[in-house]
T-cell receptor, first 118, second 113 residues
Framework: GNSVTQMEGPVTLSEEAFLTINCTYTATGYPSLFWYVQYPGEGLQLLLKATKADDKGSNKGFEATYRKETTSFHLEKGSVQVSDSAVYFCALSDKGGIRGGSNYKLTFGKGTLLTVNP | SQTIHQWPATLVQPVGSPLSLECTVE??????LYWYRQAAGRGLQLLFYSVGIGQISSEVPQNLSASRPQDRQFILSSKKLLLSDSGFYLC????????????FGPGTRLTVL
């Protein structure tokens, strides 16, 4: 079956440091790949998405490139801020469901806690 | 624009009591709807999903159930709560017709004592 593996945290950085959170996946076919962010006590917010090989998703200074050859989707940011402190989830989509594949399910990694200190 | 609401935001219930959590989506029609549970310090577990009114698929056996009485309303229920039902419950929606991005609600924190 499909799976997503993220680097285990917690990750602690100083403000303006470079961030990398590793994510690798196992899937059949060509899933879409996602990064979601969860701030304390809140739901998940979509951070970025890529739908095919070599696509780069980007948002709020974060980037991730869909690497089919290494089955990876690593999250990067050049200069983190205190406000980036949160849990980050890597996920992939998977067709399935009741109506002939029109429903997609997401498979999530276990999440990586990022703490940025001033 | 679309919005998703969940209530209550927090809930403390005794073991053996019933449960009803509600999720509603505004600004779209015939969405796919999902219930997830997030246990403390762990990832997300998909509990149920629905592609239409009255159509519910269960992902894991448990003492929870889900219903979709209206197009944009999704309810998570239990007749008798267990301690292990404690967690953070998240509702999500996506467009139908091949769109795979899911958008999450603010969540409900459930504590069973």
């Amino acid at each position: 079956g499909n799976s997503v593996t993220q680097m285990e945290g917690p990750v602690t950085l100083s403000e303006e440091a470079f961030l990398t959170i590793n994510c690798t996946y196992t899937a059949t076919g060509y899933p879409s790949l996602f990064w979601y962010v969860q701030y304390p006590g809140e739901g998940l917010q979509l951070l970025l998405k890529a739908t095919k090989a070599d696509d780069k998703g980007s948002n709020k200074g974060f980037e991730a490139t869909y690497r089919k050859e290494t089955t990876s989707f690593h999250l990067e940011k050049g200069s983190v801020q205190v406000s980036d402190s949160a849990v980050y989830f890597c996920a992939l989509s998977d067709k399935g469901g009741i109506r002939g594949g029109s429903n997609y399910k997401l498979t999530f990694g276990k999440g990586t806690l990022l703490t940025v200190n001033p | 624009s679309q919005t998703i609401h969940q209530w209550p935001a927090t809930l403390v219930q005794p073991v053996g009591s019933p449960l009803s959590l509600e999720c509603t989506v505004e600004g779209t029609s015939n969405p796919n709807l999902y219930w997830y549970r997030q246990a403390a310090g762990r990832g997300l577990q998909l509990l149920f999903y629905s592609v239409g009114i009255g159509q519910i698929s269960s992902e894991v056996p448990q003492n929870l159930s889900a219903s979709r009485p209206q197009d944009r309303q999704f309810i998570l229920s239990s007749k008798k709560l267990l301690l292990s039902d404690s967690g953070f419950y998240l509702c999500a929606w996506s467009l139908g017709a091949g769109e795979d991005t899911q958008y999450f609600g603010p969540g409900t924190r459930l504590t069973v004592l």
